[in-house]
């Protein structure tokens, strides 16, 4: 069994910024891909940004140059830094581990809400 752990989100005035921590543990063999998406109310899930194994990256239009996703190897851990955060950004980010086998693992979520 995998377990992923997100942990750094809160409440910000609009401008601010955070850093996303995701931690995966348990029966990892090769993690292809880990990324951050997110849920805001009344609204589907969405991809703001992965990381992909050579370190290559993807993002959301919408946080390019605003969030850098990173990825410690070593640690299985996954990292999102959100600067010039807008209240739109306000959301439920769920932090997901794809392995090798095509299975994937997510995390519970953690809370950010941007204030205006």
């Known amino acids: 069994q995998v377990q992923v752990v997100e942990s750094g989100g809160g409440l910000v005035q609009a401008g601010g910024s955070l850093r996303l921590s995701c931690a995966a543990s348990g029966r990892i063999f090769s993690i292809d891909y880990m990324g951050w998406y997110r849920q805001a109310p009344g609204k589907q899930r969405e991809l703001v940004a992965v990381?992909?194994?050579?370190?290559?990256?993807n993002y959301a239009d919408s946080v390019k140059g605003r969030f850098t996703i990173s990825r410690d190897n070593a640690k299985n851990t996954v990292y999102l830094q959100m600067n010039s955060l807008k209240p739109e950004d306000t959301a439920v980010y769920y932090c997901?581990?794809?392995?090798?086998?095509?299975?994937?693992?997510w995390g519970q979520g953690t809370q950010v809400t941007v204030s205006s």
């Open positions: 990381v992909r194994s050579g370190e290559r990256t």
């Open positions: 997901a581990v794809y392995l090798e086998n095509n299975k994937d693992y």
